[in-house]
């Protein structure tokens, strides 16, 4: 490899002036960077300039026009301190320049019959005049052998170079000549320093240094739904989030039709990934907890764990089945009767039992199977009027359907269902749950899920979070849930059977990204497997990928934490880190009365270092803490509080149980013991808390260390 830096103490960390005097092929490369920025000021231009006064649509057609263009004018703006590319690839490949423009999923082959071409890849597609790429996006079919290529299998790449920015200025660059076999691989200065930037504020995007294992997974076509089990900091929810923005340009007409999803598991950690998509010119997916996905009451309780973990077993799917078709009346002894002007027509109770015994063979949804009853109750009304020689249309079927008689009989065999109506009886109603339950939960498991208060009305009923999805499945019985195009779920394991049912619903017919890690379960039903989870998600056909490599703990970091392994998930393997940084673990013991004040003085000492600081402890001595960090005069916010003012604070303080998916540069974690006393699976949520550190991790503690760390 070679390289070359103009700012010789190359570092992405510290924004300095360009060099004066920089080698000639750097020139070359400004240049081109100067050249590529004024064609995507001429794209904006253009797009400014279009004439819409005749687009000749309706008033609507139009008003989507003028926001696609305003959406295109603010996609082509050139963002200052965002480099415009930072890649660039010589190779001769086949279908050139096709696979530089081309949207669709194609493998990019090599053929060495071609001339040397030169693509520049960036964050956003740039051209000339003449339509010829400047730039060419990272999802672009080409880009696929800027990530992929080695010097084994080159892909038809002979100079890879990565670019080096020190803030907006291109400062440095590397190349790796793929072909040349006296070169031998180096570490990539360029990339360890990406890796190495400081996190301030939300999480940004990797495009820049995507490494082949996760382009794997982030080029996974639209039609496959990927599971991906990865260790603390492997890049499992950058490569979830790069998957969406890839799928939507390789298929962007079907998904804008179908819509994607990211699904996370808390608000405070959808507030740390928001920035991502939007940095990579896609504003339009959209994020949710699965709360908020089930939110069709509101919640106002909690369960116990055992009551919790029993409305998320699966066995609830089919008591509520039974609960929803129980108001079926297979054999109704009313036959129906309507009357039109002087005629009277009767259908016996053997042909309505004709009728809802067809209805219910068939594979449809409570609601349109009732539907359908009406139609099918009319036309063997019509059936009646048309064999004593009247000739009745579709008029009159649609009629006799919407009359009294049929309405009345239809409520009386195939009654409406309210799906929250229909769970808080099954939970208020001993006798009810025990006609849907049999067989399937014992007296015992019944009994945990009733309430002991039955409510009043669904308004006022102390919904839990578990009831929410027990709602949410009655909905999809009678009525099926909409599929999305493509669904990212994150931290899956901590999914309950239910919730997985509920997010596979959502993507029933289209595809899934499924991100996880056994070790860090930590809810009383977490997985402890990837079948399950994906069968429960209706996605068997899932391809399991493993993520080994670690970019955000350091090695000594993680080393520490991974003692805790063989407690938590005794078949994973601890994870390789690719970074070191000796010295980056401190464990401090400190005296009882003083680990809040200690704990402050600690985050005092990281904010004096650069980045992003988080202390954190058990939920329940953060008000403690709080109070100890006003009392240094240290400027923070408490994850989880919705406090503006706070928003921009250096020093986050978080409850452990929020920690989940987050990072800082400087962690300070307050007595571990109180962290995994707190809840049942404590020790995987300390698991969490100490991956969570990006440079360094104090650990403060007064009462002695778990005995699985030590
Ligand atoms: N290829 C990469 N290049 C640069 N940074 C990367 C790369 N992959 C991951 N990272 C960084 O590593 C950190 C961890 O990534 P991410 O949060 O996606 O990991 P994760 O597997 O979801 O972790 P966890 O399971 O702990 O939540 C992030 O700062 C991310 O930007």
């Known amino acids: 490899m070679s390289a070359y830096a103009a700012d010789p103490s190359f570092d992405a960390r510290t924004p300095a002036s360009p060099a004066p005097d920089p080698d000639p092929a750097l020139a070359a490369e400004r240049a081109h960077l100067d050249a590529s920025r004024a064609a995507l000021r001429r794209m904006r231009e253009d797009t400014e300039a279009l004439d819409l006064t005749d687009v000749g649509g309706n008033e609507v057609s139009n008003k989507l026009v003028h926001s696609l263009i305003q959406d295109r004018i603010a996609a082509l703006a050139d963002l200052a301190d965002t ?47 003449h339509g010829d790429p400047m730039v060419v996006d990272w999802r672009a079919p080409v880009s696929r052998s800027f990530y992929r290529a080695t010097r084994i299998d080159p892909l038809g790449v002979e100079l890879r170079r990565r670019f080096g920015w020190t803030g907006g200025t291109l400062t440095a660059f590397e190349d790796e000549h793929l072909t040349d076999a006296a070169e031998h691989d180096a570490k990539s200065v360029i990339l360890a320093a990406e890796i190495e930037r400081p996190r301030v504020g939300p999480m940004r995007d990797i495009v820049a240094t995507i490494q082949p294992e996760q382009d794997e997974i982030v080029r996974a076509d639209l039609g496959e739904t990927v599971c991906v ?90 008591v509520l089945r039974r609960a929803v078709w129980s108001g079926v009346v297979d054999a109704p002894a009313e036959s129906l009767l309507v009357v039109r002007g002087s005629r ?95 067989g399937v939960l014992t007296a015992d498991e019944q009994a945990l899920i009733l309430w002991t208060k039955p409510a009043r009305g669904v308004g006022s009923a102390k919904w839990t979070a578990a009831d929410a999805v027990l709602v949410d499945e009655a909905a999809d019985l009678v009525a099926r849930t909409p599929s999305l195009g493509h669904v990212v779920v994150d931290e899956a394991q901590d999914l309950s059977a239910m919730q997985c049912r509920a997010v596979g619903r959502r993507c029933s017919t289209g595809s899934a990204t499924v991100l996880g890690d ?112 006003r009392d240094a005069g240290l400027r923070h916010r408490i994850l989880g509080d ?58 403060v503690h007064s009462r002695p260390l778990p005995p699985e760390l030590e």
């Open 518 to 629: 056994i070790a860090q379960g930590t809810t009383p039903w977490a997985a402890t497997d990837w079948p399950t989870t994906l069968r429960h998600l209706g996605r068997t056909d899932a391809r399991l990928a493993e993520l080994t490599r670690g970019f955000r703990v350091p090695r000594e970091i993680l080393d520490f934490a991974s003692r805790l392994l063989p407690h938590i998930a005794p078949g994973l393997a601890p994870a390789s880190s690719v970074r070191e940084a000796p010295g980056s673990l401190a464990v401090h013991t400190v005296d009882p009365q003083a680990v809040d004040k200690a704990a402050a003085d600690e985050a005092s000492d990281l904010l004096k270092l650069e980045g992003s600081v988080g202390l954190i402890a058990a939920d329940a001595q953060i008000p403690a803490l709080a109070a100890a960090l």
């Open 229 to 318: 089990q990865g260790a603390p900091g492997t890049g499992k929810t950058a490569v979830g989030l790069h998957r969406v923005a890839w799928l939507l340009y390789a298929h962007r007409e079907r998904l804008h039709r179908s819509g994607t999803l990211v699904v996370g598991p808390n608000r405070s950690f959808l507030d740390y990934i928001q920035q991502v998509l939007p940095a990579l010119g896609e504003v339009e997916v959209g994020q949710t907890t699965v709360e908020d996905l089930v939110a069709r009451v509101p919640v106002k309780a909690a369960d116990s764990p055992e009551a919790g973990r029993l409305k998320g077993d699966a066995r609830m799917a089919e």
């Open 83 to 129: 480099p415009l590319f930072f890649g660039r690839i010589d190779g001769r490949f086949a279908d050139a320049p096709e696979v530089a423009t081309g949207t669709a999923p194609v493998e990019v082959a090599a053929d060495p019959s071609r001339p040397l071409e030169r693509f520049w890849i960036g964050r956003r597609h740039v051209h000339d005049n």
């Open 642 to 699: 919705d406090d503006p003012e706070a928003e921009a604070a250096r020093l986050s303080l978080v409850p452990a149980s929020l920690a989940k998916g987050l990072e800082f540069d400087h962690i300070a974690v307050a007595e571990p013991t109180a962290i995994v006393e707190a809840e049942p699976q404590g020790l995987r949520r300390l698991y969490v808390v100490l991956t969570r550190a990006v440079s360094t991790l104090a650990v």
């Open 344 to 438: 009277r027509w009767r259908v016996p109770s053997y042909d309505v039992e004709e009728v809802v015994a067809g209805l219910r063979s068939r594979d449809v949804r409570y609601g349109a199977a009732r539907d359908m009853l009406h139609q099918r109750l009319a036309h063997a009304v019509l059936v009646q009027m048309e064999r004593a020689g009247e000739s009745p249309d579709d008029r009159v079927q649609d009629s006799v359907a919407r009359s009294r008689p049929v309405r009345d009989l239809v409520n009386a065999v195939w009654p409406a269902v309210d799906p929250a109506k229909l769970v808080m009886r099954l939970l208020s109603d001993a006798e009810f749950l025990a006609a849907c339950a049999d």
